[in-house]
C-alpha cells in the first residue's frame, strides 16, 4: 500500500513525541481523520493527562531534534 491509499502511519497506543512540544512521549488514542489540508489527524494524550488533536505530519516516533 501507498501512503495515498493508507496515509495513517500510527495506531492507538502507540507512543509518539510532539513538535512543539516537551519531548515527553503521548500516547495515541485514537485516529480522527483528515484535516482540511489533507494530513491524518490523531488524538493523543500528553504525560499531563491533557487531551489534544494533532496532525501527522506534527508527530514522530522519536523524540524531534530542535
Not at 509518539?16 to 491524518?40: K, L
Request: net charge negative; aromatic share 12%; charged share 10%.
Amino acid at each position: 500500500m501507498t501512503r495515498n491509499t493508507n496515509p495513517w502511519r500510527f495506531s492507538p497506543g502507540d507512543h509518539v513525541y510532539i513538535y512543539g512540544h516537551p519531548q515527553e512521549p503521548a500516547i495515541i488514542t485514537s485516529a480522527m481523520g483528515r484535516g482540511a489540508a489533507g494530513w491524518p489527524h490523531y488524538y493523543l494524550v500528553d504525560s499531563d493527562g491533557h487531551e489534544w488533536c494533532i496532525p501527522q505530519i506534527h508527530l514522530s516516533s522519536a523524540p524531534i531534534q530542535a
